[in-house]
């Protein structure tokens, strides 16, 4: 031990000794590494280990089960029902954004006056929590005295006001709040892409002749292909795993049921009825169905590519 | 351009930023209006009588403070740590070489995809299993565990955008690397430091998920969750609810303008999650 400190003492007397790069750059990184590991990485491998197990959510008790969850899953009618009503609500969600936010973004990087505020503005719905969004729609939306039943019946659109958050309407009205409040995101991609596409392109379009239409089609467009891709993955990701909004929009409202997609099912399975087994169990196949979509989509998109 | 496409293209500006703020403006009517006010038909825009009378109730009556403080106290935490953790990660990603550097880049990238809501069952069986469900502790460590990844790829992009000369030119001139980086990194990757700090501060300001899941007790809770339980009482008082939508909503926004103009820059390379 003696030798060892002495020997120290000697390293500290010489000028200060230095880590190299690699082992600075493995500890620098470590700490983030460790997290994400520990709260990411290892749940996931956890929530495979717990979709094997008949397990309550609040005791200990546990019991091996093998693929039982996954059998009793493929005939859970509650599952095939969660699972379209999620897909109706990705999709049509993840296609109104897309739309809305390219003809947003086209608008928003044309030149006029008070275009930085604009651009700000629309940013809005998007930072704001989830919680605010669903208060301040559900109210708009109150079937008693919210404003817009109120402008319908008014201006004659509708002779009974609409119950938004009822059986019938309730899976439109959580489709619009949801466009209304994810949105910016596409706007926001799309806007710093066009702003990259070199002004010569259009010159060379004009002189060409081409029409508004022509150089949308021929140049932005093909220009966008890229970012859309991402944009497209990301949000009908996002929008198909998204459990607040549509939780929040279901509570109390009676026509919870009827917006009931996969991810709010995994949540009611795991705190609702304590099937933390079976909770992981519609985690996992949602996770192994985002992946399998994800390859899909990867592949599609590269063989297009080849053929472009 | 043609006058009526310019007419066009105003009225196209308008409209959105119309929809976008308008909700907002509504939700601050209410929240200044008297009860019989809020309920009254035609609705108004402008409040006829306006009070405070929601904003009062809503601080003396309901639990609203404590949520606040929970809030600032767990977003405040969760920026300090992702700031700190992600500079630290992204700066060796990018200034050192070592072996599995790449991969660690597409790791982060795959974990950008992630949603709570597909590890919510283990995170809260592991927290049970520690001991530390219904503590702040594991709300941080969740929020900063889901900001990182997004927060090392933002950073990344921030500091491989800055020369690596500068540095170097410090680091001959006989300066060590600590001060290298406060002096000349650092000044630099003050917009990348801002954004993240904004992302992270976002994300666990307006989480919902996390703390349904893992807070029990009413003094801990944070204000989605907090202000979820007035929303849920059986006769919806939409003063008071609008009152705490408004109270919710300053800070955030206050955050947001001040480092708005820092944040084009970081959405240019995806600033946002969600």
Redesign the interface.
């Known amino acids: 031990m003696t030798v060892h400190a002495g020997a120290a003492a000697r390293v500290r007397a010489r000028p200060r000794r230095r880590l190299g790069p690699a082992a600075l750059g493995v500890l620098g990184v470590l700490p983030a590494l460790l997290l994400i590991a520990a709260l990411i990485a290892y749940p996931v491998g956890y929530s495979i280990w717990l979709s094997l197990l008949d397990k309550h959510s609040f005791f200990p008790a546990e019991r091996w089960v093998g693929l039982d969850n996954y059998v009793y899953l493929l005939r859970d009618t509650e599952f095939w029902d969660s699972l379209w009503k999620g897909v109706v609500y990705a999709t049509g969600t993840t296609a109104l954004q897309l739309v809305a936010g390219v003809v947003a973004a086209l608008v928003l990087h044309q030149p006029f006056v008070g275009r930085t505020l604009v651009r700000a503005l629309v940013l809005f719905p998007y930072m704001i929590p989830t919680i605010v969004a669903v208060i301040v729609w559900r109210w708009l939306l109150n079937e008693t005295y919210g404003l817009v039943d109120y402008l319908l019946v008014a201006w004659g659109l509708v002779r009974q006001p609409i119950v938004w958050l009822g059986t019938e309407h309730v899976m439109t009205s959580l489709i619009g709040m949801s466009v209304w409040q994810f949105t910016p995101f596409v706007v926001i991609s799309v806007l710093a892409r066009l702003q990259t596409i070199p002004p010569e392109l259009y010159e060379a379009a004009r002189v060409d002749g081409a029409s508004p239409w022509g150089r949308f089609r021929w140049i932005t467009l093909p220009q966008l292909r890229a970012v859309l891709f991402v944009v497209i993955l990301l949000r009908s990701i996002w929008m198909f795993t998204k459990f607040d909004t549509v939780w929040l929009w279901g509570e109390g409202a009676g026509a919870g049921r009827e917006i009931r997609t996969l991810p709010v099912y995994a949540y009611m399975r795991t705190f609702t009825y304590y099937q933390a087994g079976y909770g992981a169990a519609l985690a996992v196949v949602m996770l192994l169905m985002l992946m399998a979509a994800t390859v899909a989509y990867f592949r599609l998109f590269w063989r297009e590519e080849e053929a472009a | 351009m043609r006058r009526v496409t310019r007419l066009a293209?105003?009225a196209?500006?308008l409209g959105?930023?119309a929809?976008?703020?308008f909700?907002?403006l509504?939700?601050l009517s209410?929240s200044l209006k008297p009860p019989r006010e809020?309920?009254a038909?035609?609705?108004g825009l402008v409040p006829a009588a306006p009070t405070l009378d929601n904003f009062v109730r809503l601080l003396t009556e309901t639990a609203f403070i404590t949520y606040f403080r929970n809030s600032v106290l767990v977003a405040g935490l969760t920026v300090l740590l992702t700031t700190l953790?992600?500079a630290?990660?992204a700066?060796?990603?990018t200034?050192?070489?070592?072996?599995g550097?790449e991969a660690?880049a597409k790791?982060?990238l795959a974990?950008y995809?992630?949603?709570?809501?597909?590890?919510?069952?283990?995170?809260?069986?592991?927290a049970r299993r520690l001991g530390i469900v219904n503590t702040h502790t594991a709300l941080v460590?969740?929020y900063?565990?889901?900001s990182?990844?997004f927060a090392?790829w933002l950073l990344r992009a921030f500091f491989q955008s800055i020369p690596l000369d500068l540095e170097e030119a410090a680091l001959v001139d006989g300066a060590g690397r600590p001060r290298a980086v406060a002096y000349v990194v650092a000044p630099l990757a003050l917009p990348g430091l801002l954004a993240t700090a904004i992302f992270t501060f976002?994300l666990a300001?307006?989480d919902?998920?996390f703390t349904l899941?893992l807070i029990a007790s009413d003094e801990l809770k944070t204000?989605?969750v907090g202000?979820?339980d007035l929303?849920?009482a059986a006769v919806v008082d939409?003063g008071l609810?609008?009152a705490?939508?408004v109270l919710?909503?300053i800070p955030?926004?206050a955050f947001?303008?001040a480092v708005?103009r820092h944040l084009v820059a970081g959405?240019?390379s995806?600033g946002?999650?969600?």
């Open positions: 293209l105003y196209a500006a959105l930023a929809q976008a703020i909700p907002f509504w939700m209410t809020v309920l038909t035609p609705p953790v992600g630290v990660g700066y060796s990603l200034r050192f070489r070592f072996p550097r660690v790791l982060i974990t995809m992630f949603a709570p809501i597909l590890i919510v069952v283990p995170i809260y069986i592991m460590l969740s900063t565990s889901f990182l990844p090392l976002t300001w307006n919902y998920i899941i204000l989605p202000v979820q929303f849920a939409w609810v609008m705490a939508g919710i909503t955030a926004l947001f303008m708005q959405w240019g995806g946002l999650k969600g």
